[in-house]
């Protein structure tokens, strides 16, 4: 394999939202075959999420285009479901080399957020209930009947829950970011964009390697390799396996141990077998068992009032001290944990037809998650502060079916049509067990329950199972009119049919609004089974693109369009699920614009790539205050009008071969237009017009540097630094301005540094890093909900200074 330019920026880890590329070819010389095919063999035309060709057709595209383009190299992508060089693609695509994933304190989206300006991330108490957002956009839900925003594609198949997504990424070829609706292409929940991870394909070489790993604060350690074996010329094998484990990185005073870290193993393997020319078959299983003791909120403020002044409680007499989003100890009878397997297998089939490509893509997904949760955040219950736990186990499986036929590139009208099935079916049985002792008056001392003096103690409890079945069947496509060499057309349509049935029931003898027996036309007495609710909705949709691209010379091209969006009807189906909340959730569709100017300049040394967008989001759902039996609660509604608009840059340099700058900036302002209020709500229940979206940062920015010194010795050096900045940002959305306030993540920035030796040939490489250089402290969530009126933080690895060493061998 040859060392292009793309290769070892992709080698060194290059944190940034493009790699290298080249001037731009006109559109027909994009259509190029990948691996030295006819225009329409499978090589050529038909790529889901990873090249199908025998071999690794990225590979040879990105050696190809740097023998074309002499000192540069190309980045081909897949983000239309063709193989195209990142600079022709007419939207906004940031990459991410599997290397720099690699090299992240978090390898995988979680982490991945710091390279991709427009890409954030809302972390939660178990992967079920966090969310990525695009450009200020995403879906925030404790429904099991609501689909995220962002989708996560792997190797072609769509992942149908957003807490699969985040798992750890191993074995990446790269990462793509498709920034706004790509619903024509991907399908209903990429209302907000898409992120495309390709792993690395199997090849024609032995070879592959092994990678360990160890960090400081929590003492992590990681096991990582991947081993290629071809069987003949033309059956081709990869197999992967990683291992992970971390301590934490905040003290359990109740267990005196260490609490937020994991356990992680897994592994993947790919078959690809080319009977014929015409023909590839690729074969992907994969299974990954994740045990983490994470996430545990600390308490990072002190006891508060409704307008956010410090009163007194006596239960602060045994939670550690607030310190803000420098807290970094709990005290919790009940270790926050999150216990996950899941496994998935697909068969994806590429066959010339003609001069057409039929691509087969066939899929199955199990995933298996018991989220285990201290919700009053206390060692023992208290006279007047109850213990609460929580224990919910989650199944779930989908079958995905996706067939398209794929025609040349190098013609007036190319074009990909397809039809797409998927059922995703989920089942939560969650309970709820309180220990509860408490008092006419409210207590000026601590307490425990079952102590001398303390009023009798009671155990209510509480049990719900809920489940969700989402059927989707589509037809799509999309077309290229190259009206001249410089000047096309791209447009595309997608008629989407759905369907979604939801059950909830529950058992309970727990007291309160919201969380009596949802439905008691039947009931007989507390504590007695409710009916069962049962709920359905159907809807159908066409949404679509319309694009102009046009190259104002080799080097520049401009392009602007509109996108319709579409996001599929949902419920708000949960544990504390009512009556007054079985109404159906309208589906959310939005209208989208975007231009921009992709430039590669001084000979492909300097790519800077410009974007500009608004888009409007009508019936959006998400998290919304809404009243329930005169009780004012927060819960999955059609919330009412949202818009965001902006700007956004990316930037790679590489003045000399072994020196590379690269980085992107983002500005973005997301905010509410109109918010829905509730039928007998006051209007201060309603978030107000003008208040910005959570986990939207105004402005967010990353810049990377690496540089290979070549000593024409021995070893070779490589040194490396990646910094990222982001503005304050919206993490309680809430329409108290109080709530608001204190709910807030302040900006902050971030610096890493890596230094480290490998031989000429790339055979071994020893990496030292330093992550969070300057030790800034900052917090990933704030909540409110903590122990008499105080706000609840969740504090990532990477709010502390941290280092670590790295080695790998390959072979």
Known sequence: MKATPTRIAMMLGVAVPALMLTAPAHA???????????????????????????????EQAADNAGDAAGATGDIVVTAQKRSERLQDVPIAVSVIGGEALAALGKPGLEGAVTLVPALNFQKSGTTLNQSLFLRGVGTTTFSIAGEPSVSTVVDGVVFARSGEAFGDLVDIERLEVLRGPQGTLFGKNASAGVVNIVSVQPTRDFGGYVEGGYFTNGDEARVRGALNIPLSEDLLTRVTGFYSRYDGNI?????????????????????????????????????????DNCCAEVIGTGPLNAAGAAITSPVFGVLPTPQGDR??????????????????????????????????????RDYRNTEIRDG???????????????????????????????????????????????????????????????????????????????????????????????????????????????????????????????????????AGPGIQPSFPTTATG??????????????????????????????????????????????????????????????????????????????????????AFYAKYDNFQANNPDLVAGVVVTRFTNAG?????????????????????SGGLAYTEARVDRFI??????????????????????????????????????????????????????????????????????????????????????????TFQVRNLFDQSFAAAIQNGGPSGSYRYQIPRDADRYYGVTGRINF
């Open 28 to 58: 027909q010389d994009a259509a190029t075959p990948l691996a030295g095919g006819p225009a329409s063999s499978p090589a050529a035309q038909a790529v889901p999420g990873s090249p199908p060709a025998p071999g690794v057709a990225a």
């Open 327 to 364: 807290t970094r100890a709990v005290n919790q009878n009940l270790v926050t944990r999150t216990k996950e397997e899941g496994y998935g297998a697909s068969l994806q089939i590429d066959t010339e037809l003609g001069t057409q490509t039929v691509t087969s893509i066939t899929a199955y």
């Open 376 to 510: 009053d955040f206390l060692p023992q219950a208290y006279v007047g502060f109850n213990q609460l736990h929580d224990t919910g186990p989650q199944t779930g499986n989908t079958f995905s079916q996706e067939l398209r036929l794929t025609s040349p590139a190098r013609q007036f009208l190319s074009y990909v049509v397809g039809l797409y099935y998927s059922r995703a079916e989920s089942e939560r049985v969650y309970s709820r067990a309180d220990v509860v002792c408490n008092a006419a008056t409210a207590p000026t001392t601590l307490i425990p329950c079952g102590s001398t003096g303390a009023p009798a103690t009671t155990t209510p409890f509480g049990r719900a199972d809920f489940g969700s079945v989402f059927k989707n069947i589509a037809a799509f496509g999309q077309a290229t009119a190259n009206f001249t060499d410089r000047f096309r057309f791209i447009g595309g349509l997608r008629w989407t049919a759905d369907q979604l049935n939801v059950f909830h029931s529950r058992t309970t003898t727990l």
């Open 251 to 291: 003290r359990n005073v109740a267990t005196g141990g260490r609490v937020n870290g994991y356990e992680h193993y897994g592994a993947r393997a790919q078959v690809k077998w080319t009977p014929s020319d015409a023909t590839t078959i690729a074969l992907i299983a994969d299974y990954h068992h994740n045990d």
């Open 641 to 661: 009008k949202v818009s965001t608009r902006g700007g956004e840059a990316d930037i790679v340099f590489r003045p000399v071969d072994d020196l590379s700058l």
């Open 677 to 766: 209020q509730a039928p007998g709500a006051p209007v201060t229940a309603v978030i107000p017009a003008g208040t910005a979206l959570p986990f939207a940062p105004k402005w967010k920015g990353s810049l990377g540097a690496d540089y290979r010194w070549r000593t024409g010795g021995a070893v070779d050096l490589f040194l490396g630094a990646q910094g990222n900045y982001q503005s304050k940002q919206l993490a309680l959305f809430s329409p108290d301005a109080v709530q608001r306030r204190l709910g807030t993540i302040g900006s902050y920035g971030l610096v890493n540094l890596s230094a480290g030796v490998g031989d000429a040939d790339d055979r071994y490489r020893l």
């Open 526 to 611: 507390t504590g007695t089974p409710a009916t069962q609710f049962r709920g359905k909705t159907t809807n159908t949709n066409v949404s679509g693109k319309a694009s102009l691209q046009f190259d104002v010379t080799r080097n520049v091209t401009a392009y602007g369009g509109y996108t319709r969006g579409y996001k599929g009807p949902a419920f708000n189906v949960f544990f504390n699920l009512t009556g007054t909340g079985t109404n159906v959730i309208a589906p959310e569709t939005s209208n989208s614009y975007e231009v921009g100017l992709k430039n590669t300049l001084f000979g492909g040394k300097l790519v800077l790539n410009l974007d």
